[in-house]
């Protein structure tokens, strides 16, 4: 019987833990602080952003929402990531992208100060990820942090395993291409280019999906015979307000071994690594 690899026992499990280390924190006097830069009014960033509120804020941190307008001039931005970020006693910062048209072609994560980069995305911690130190004095990304806390959790290996990840965006695609690297697996990361997708995931005993493009991911890009794992990481919105992920679940749960659901799958472990992070930064401040 195929399992579905549900994200809300992973947080249940590790909700206690967080907590109580936040709880520790407080009492030598220091709250774990959060910073999100919300730009423009894009209704999913908005949900995104209040979700990492409310999460941060039920584990007993602090999480302030910085919204300014959506027609910003990028001298005006700097100059709000420049002091917003530089604020005494804040141990993570984070831009919520995307940005707006013209500050889309802004390298947002390298305006972060490292040391609050809790999204991973400073050029300093996507070295340090590359280079396999990321448990130590860095920060992962969040989503393949999150992808790599659920295969653990459910025991799926990843030692010399072929995973095929779909999308190779910086945020995704490449930051878990390293990391699963780092632990041992044989990763094929895949791309609009790429040539023959079919054979690449026919081969692999995990596939990973992250590309944005509504059910994509169905029965002929799979091989029964290997019982593979898959990871939908997308998150579309349909016409009536469903989410949908890029795998068309309904098509394909009958031919796996194990899938995630779009709600309730990779989603909120993203938002779980970013806590896990935070308490990190929030930590080395001791
Ligand atoms: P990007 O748009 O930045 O990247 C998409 C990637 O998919 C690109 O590498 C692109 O290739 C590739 N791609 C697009 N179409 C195809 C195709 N037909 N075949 C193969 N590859 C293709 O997307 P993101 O990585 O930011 O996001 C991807 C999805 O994941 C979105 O649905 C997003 O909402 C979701 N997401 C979910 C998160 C969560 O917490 N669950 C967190 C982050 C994202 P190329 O490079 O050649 O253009």
């Known amino acids: 019987m195929t399992r579905i ?16 280390s936040i709880q520790k924190l407080k009492k030598n006097g220091v709250v774990p602080w959060l910073r999100v830069l919300l730009v423009g009014n894009n209704p999913a960033s908005e949900v995104y952003t209040k979700n990492k509120k409310k999460f941060i804020e039920g584990l007993g941190g602090k999480c302030d929402i910085i919204h300014i307008e959506g027609d910003t001039t990028e001298q005006h931005f700097r100059e709000k990531v420049r002091s917003l970020s530089s604020e005494k006693d804040l141990h993570g910062f984070l831009i919520q992208l995307p940005l707006p048209k013209q500050l889309s ?139 949908l992920g890029d795998v068309d679940f309904e098509n394909v749960k009958e031919s796996v071994a194990a899938i995630t659901p779009v709600p309730g799958g990779i989603g909120p472990l993203t938002i779980l690594s970013l806590a896990q992070n935070l308490l990190q930064a929030a930590e080395k401040t001791l």
């Open 5 to 20: 690899l549900y994200a809300r026992p992973i947080k249940e499990s590790l909700h206690l833990n967080l907590k109580t």
């Open 105 to 243: 072609h802004i390298d947002a994560g390298n305006l972060i100060p490292p040391s609050l980069d809790v999204d991973g995305l400073n050029s300093l911690n996507m070295g340090e990820l590359l280079k396999g130190n990321v448990h130590k004095n860095s920060f992962c990304a969040c989503t393949p942090k999150g992808i790599v806390t659920l295969l653990d959790y459910y025991d799926i290996p990843i030692i010399g395993k072929n995973i095929c990840i779909i999308g190779r965006s910086l945020i995704v695609g490449k930051s878990l291409s390293a990391l699963i690297t780092n632990r041992n697996g044989t990763v094929t990361l895949c791309h609009s280019k790429t040539k023959n997708l079919e054979y690449h995931t026919a081969n692999a005993d995990i596939i990973i999906v992250a590309i944005g493009s509504p059910k994509f991911l169905k029965t002929h890009h799979l091989n029964p015979s290997k019982k593979q794992t898959i990871i939908d990481v997308g998150i579309n919105k349909s016409q009536q307000g469903k989410l």
